[in-house]
């Protein structure tokens, strides 16, 4: 298993709960982004900077992604990759894609896109506060738990 991380627009509070999972269990970790990032140093903890541009960090995590990866996204069609190619995929506050639930999450997304293309303001996501991380942090567990062997 590998964690992949859509890393541009993910929060540095999940970051850090990442790296420490990361440690703990000896998972690998790539953070993927197109600017430049601070990491632990540690070998099971990588960076990787892409070009600019739309979507390259999410196309860069589909190329490279294995049955059985964990990626953590709060983009929709990315999420919806991950799991055609066997993956599995978390977003920053917790909430599990799965291939019951990521059709009524992309027609959703493209309902509100929709909206916002017409001018409506549809708002964004509320911050992120401690329930919501602490919701990251047992989903987390929960997917890392098992796939331990």
Same mark, same amino acid.
């Given at each position: 298993m590998h964690i992949w991380v859509d890393a541009d627009a993910c929060p540095g509070v999940i970051k850090e709960i990442l790296y420490?999972?990361?440690?703990?269990?000896g &998972? %690998?970790?790539?953070?993927?982004?197109?600017?430049p990032l601070q990491t632990p140093p540690s070998p099971l903890i990588r960076r990787v900077q892409v070009g600019q541009g739309f979507d390259v960090a999410d196309q860069h995590i589909a190329e490279h992604l294995r049955p059985g990866d964990l990626v953590i996204t709060g983009? &929709? %069609?990315l999420a919806a990759q991950?799991?055609?190619?066997?993956?599995?995929?978390i977003n920053p506050r917790g909430e599990r894609y799965t291939p019951d639930n990521i059709r009524e999450r992309l027609a959703v997304r493209d309902f509100l896109e929709e909206l916002r293309g017409t001018g409506v303001n549809t708002g964004g996501p509320p911050p992120l506060g401690l329930a919501e991380r602490q919701a990251f942090a047992n989903a987390l567990?929960?997917?890392?738990?098992h796939r331990q062997p």
């Open positions: 420490r999972a990361a440690l703990r269990l &998972i %690998p970790l790539t953070l993927v982004a197109n600017q983009d &929709i %069609p991950v799991i055609a190619r066997g993956g599995e995929a567990d929960r997917l890392l738990a």
